[in-house]
DNA sequence: TTATAATTGGGAATGATTTCACAATCAGGA
DNA sequence: TCCTGATTGTGAAATCATTCCCAATTATAA
């Protein structure tokens, strides 16, 4: 897949995972064919919104018709560039980092775990979905065997930059950080924060003072 | 706290969340003085940007020296509406529902797990970190009794709806949804997902593409 | 007391994103 | 084959967000 435009909003491409996953339950109900109208107010968004993001990229619908959802959902991922395996690493096996080891839906999406990674000596040699614990020290070591490609950092906040200069030592290429604190890696390294408190915080908010009137 | 200003940028809020996480960080290393220069450094940002972020709220700088970390940091919270309790409730109680449910920060940062539901009868009356684990149909009772305020979705994705029905319901006014997909409720309540897929998604795209050329 | 250096707050300019509006296109039926 | 109704794709307009820039303000030191 390549794209029409050169630059893409940051904003586009996080819409564009929320079209797949509700047109992934279109599908699943058994829905063929959906027109942007009805697909927008499924997605919160503007009409106009969608077709202005997939154009982007090409020209995905049938004029009169609409999309065909399948043949969406395969442009979109496409797009996006989720139309592979993608190969992941996880340092910090808590109680976080084991959630998420033991969550399937990984694997179905592409992003396998192919690594877990830990410092304390009595988690070491563990193993959890059938995959063992092994020392951080041996990440770059072991990436070069599984080539992964994406880090997941579910340490604690005041050991996430030294999780991450292991992984960028290590050659990753991007990063999804659970920890509640900014890191700073090479500009070439891409790196995803995932925040509860944010979110709460952006609750709080609404609810005191009022997003919906 | 009181806005200077009626509409604020849905980005500004993240971002001011972004800016106590790392205030809180500067305090914590003995900083009383920062001005937006290095604290827009810090946080990735552009000064300007913190600048009129702030002044959304009110004018928190000393012209000349900066601001000072620690009652800046409580600006932001009281800006937010987060210098509080909020009472929450969580729904399903699986693998990531007891991650979080065990997780001390919550209560630290004033987000307070007061029920956990489940309608699994296997898992109803179990205890978790002082919680006992009540049936979904005696959330209406529970929230009476409690007043919780947010509710978290830890379901299945298909189990969200409903879950997000029996908050509405009792009368909850903002949800944290952690099932990848979205749910549809009355204007007046808030919504938030955190979907580790559309951080993945993002990766990928930004990895694949090039975000940092 | 006054000059200097630093830094904020905010108006104006710029830049980016969203929405509008409609010509272009397509399926289906007359 | 041609007409009708539906819906896309896309420029242009409108809105929204970011960045620039500097007057206003403060601390400090001469
Ligand atoms: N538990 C949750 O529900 C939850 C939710 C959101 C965010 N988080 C965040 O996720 C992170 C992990 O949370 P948790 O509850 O799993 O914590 P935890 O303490 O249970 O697990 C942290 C793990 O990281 C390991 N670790 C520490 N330093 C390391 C290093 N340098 N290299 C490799 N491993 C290292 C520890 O040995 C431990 O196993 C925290 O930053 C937390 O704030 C947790
Ligand atoms: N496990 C993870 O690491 C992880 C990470 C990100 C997102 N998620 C998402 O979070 C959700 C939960 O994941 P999980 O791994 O904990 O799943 P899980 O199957 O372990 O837990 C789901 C729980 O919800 C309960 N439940 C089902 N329907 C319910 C209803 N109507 N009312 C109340 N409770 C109900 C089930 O009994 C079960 O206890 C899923 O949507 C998943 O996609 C999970």
């Given at each position: 897949m390549t794209q029409k435009s050169d630059h893409i909003p940051r904003a586009t491409i996080q819409r564009l995972a929320v079209y797949v996953q509700v047109l992934e339950n279109l599908l699943r109900e058994g829905t063929e064919v959906i027109s942007s109208e009805p697909l927008a107010k499924a997605c919160n968004v503007n009409a106009s919104q969608i077709r202005k993001d997939l154009a982007y990229f090409g020209e995905f619908g049938v004029r009169g018709v609409g999309y065909y959802v399948k043949s969406l959902i395969d442009s979109i991922t496409s797009a996006l560039g989720v139309d592979r395996e993608w190969r992941t690493v996880l340092i910090g096996v808590g109680n976080l980092g084991r959630a998420l080891l033991n969550h399937k839906e990984f694997r179905l999406r592409?992003?396998?775990?192919?690594g877990a990674f830990d410092c304390d000596p009595f988690k070491i040699g563990e193993e959890i979905s059938g995959l063992e614990v092994v020392c951080t020290k041996r990440l770059k070591e072991k990436i070069g065997e599984n080539g992964a490609e994406i880090g997941i950092i579910t340490t604690p906040p005041e050991r996430a930059q030294r999780a991450a200069n292991h992984l960028v030592e290590a050659g990753i290429k991007g990063i999804l950080n659970f920890a509640p604190a900014r890191i700073s890696v090479p500009s070439e390294v891409n790196v995803e924060y995932v925040d509860l408190f944010h979110h709460l915080y952006a609750l709080s908010f609404n609810i005191t003072f009022g997003s919906s009137e």
């Open positions: 592409g992003f396998n775990i192919v």
